[in-house]
């Protein structure tokens, strides 16, 4: 169950996940328990292992944009790169009141295809010698207003 795997990455009870997934996703980033999650996110360990993380990603991030598109040709994930999952992620963090955006530049992907390979690109994290637990936490919790249960309106559904 993908609330069992999110409790695993971000080390609360599932209960608290699925909570957490019932919030508006527009909401969520003024909800004390997230904001408290984020805020005990290693930012520094985050940047400190950004380079390993490039190349990690640049080596799977082609396979992982391609499965998506093959399962989901109506969704536009063409620019996904290791840039953009991991300089994007540390700047975010290292800029919380801007975390409200990334739901907004994700409007054009449906949570399925999100909730379906966000354990994909999890596990390719056991392969970072340093700093792999850390992101695996850290994409799950930006993750989780992505595939909320109460998304707005004009988020596109498959």
């Not at 290693?42 to 998506?68: C, N, Q």
């Not at 792999?132 to 595939?147: C, D, K, N, Y």
Request: no cysteine.
């Amino acid at each position: 169950m993908l609330e069992d795997l999110l409790a695993h990455y971000i080390g609360i009870a599932p209960k608290d996940v699925q909570r957490l997934l019932e919030v508006q996703a527009q909401s969520i980033y003024e909800d004390n328990q997230y904001r408290q999650l984020v805020d005990t996110l290693d930012v520094k360990a985050l940047e400190e292992s950004l380079a390993e993380t490039h190349m990690l990603l640049d080596k799977h991030v082609p396979g992982f944009t391609a499965a998506i598109v093959k399962k989901y040709p109506q969704v536009p994930v063409t620019n996904m790169t290791s840039y953009s999952l991991g300089n994007w992620l540390v700047g975010f963090l290292k800029f919380p009141q801007a975390l409200n955006k990334l739901l907004g530049m994700h409007m054009h992907i449906p949570p399925q295809p999100i909730r379906e390979f966000l354990p994909v690109l999890l596990d390719v994290f056991n392969e970072l010698p340093y700093g792999g637990s850390e992101w695996q936490r850290a994409l799950t919790l930006l993750a989780v207003p992505l595939i909320s249960e109460a998304q707005p309106v004009e988020r596109v559904t498959l």
